[in-house]
């Protein structure tokens, strides 16, 4: 991957995002029996611009050919050796409250190749759908012995950055943040640690003020267009 | 508005997502006691680079002094009028399976001001938190009645579409959709409808997904620089 890639690269949560939906495409169209695509085509397929498809291949050092397009093969594995595709993708959640049961419990998460394989909460609990649910104290063991890099946070907002660097301090290294804290690490990391966490978040409540807002533009005021 | 905006400005989500994180702050100042504010101020409260919130702020027309900033008070009527603000945001759930149930019962979005007023479900419920549950041949008379623009969907995947369909029909207009189907409405709707819907996307497995992309690549491929 280095021998191919720019060093100075800018790689972006939108570019990995729109890369696995590539990558789905292209074993779709694999599994038809097509062995090259040109961009158009994976930007039809994916509602994507042919420009923009091509762009985030340069990226990886992969370049079509004008006439004869890009070899399916040879995406699948470049993308995925990026990506570090795996069979089933294991995670952890602190917090089982409502959010946290619910997600526990998901058949949508397991279809999605989501394997959530424990609960950690204050207090001991029985396990849901076979998933054991621990206390806290038990969070680092479990992470090392597993190998868990990521985890989910669905804990009330006040108890946010405590459980944030718990997680971290156990090896968690991606977060799933479901509270309404802004959390940051890495160059804004409260406690300076080295570690280079990626935290996404989920704000339901944000979300749902974004749509009263862009509702009320698209209402009241149809010349601002909205993309 | 329209006298001080540029008709062809374009608006994005993140833009709106922006100016509602600068009212906050807004009034936070205001209530301070402070009546001025720098671009710089307000972007270093919001983790913002000050271009962008200069940026931000010329599409609203609203342009700052260089020696004495801009007014909050101003800002504050600007924003307010773009966004359209309320003391309270309602919506309506279709879906009460696990994630509908912990939406109706959080008391976070209680406190951020969303009032989720009714839920909807193919059999009959009890109430929860005293919000009623009605099957879904009750949703057109409820929207109307209570004048609900926001809803969220919570069904299975296999329902999506259906209830989407259903919900715009009845009058919904912005559309919180949990589930994983892509739903287009607008230019891209299936049906050719002339509302022009928003649909914003909460995709649990497609986050976690690309956390483990994320946390992969920062680990494996260091050079390549993520934002």
Same sequence: chains 1, 2.
Avoid: W
């Amino acid at each position: 991957m280095k021998d191919s890639t720019n060093n100075n690269t800018l790689l972006t949560k939108n570019i990995i995002t729109r890369l696995a939906k590539y990558l789905r495409i292209l074993k779709s169209l694999k599994s038809i029996g097509l062995i090259k695509v040109f961009s158009s085509n994976l930007g039809d397929a994916a509602g994507i611009a042919p420009t923009v498809v091509r762009k985030d291949f340069s990226i990886l050092g992969i370049n079509g050919n004008k006439k004869g397009g890009y070899i399916i093969d040879n995406l699948i594995k470049q993308i995925e050796g990026l990506l570090g595709i795996e069979d089933e993708y294991k995670a952890i959640i602190v917090g089982c409250g409502r959010i946290g049961k619910a997600l526990i419990e998901s058949e949508e998460l397991k279809r999605e190749h989501i394997h959530i394989i424990a609960g950690f909460d204050l207090t001991p609990s029985e396990p849901l759908n076979n998933v054991p649910i621990y206390t806290t104290d038990k969070m680092e063991e479990i992470v090392k012995k597993e190998n868990i890099k990521i985890g989910i946070i669905s804990v009330p907002n006040h108890a946010a950055i405590k459980v944030f660097e718990h997680m971290r301090e156990a090896g968690i290294r991606g977060f799933l943040n479901f509270t309404s804290v802004d959390i940051k690490c890495g160059d804004k990391c409260p406690v300076g640690c080295e570690h280079k966490c990626v935290i996404n978040q989920v704000n339901i409540g944000l979300e749902l003020e974004n749509l009263f807002h862009l509702v009320h533009i698209t209402e009241k005021h149809p010349d601002l267009l909205i993309e």
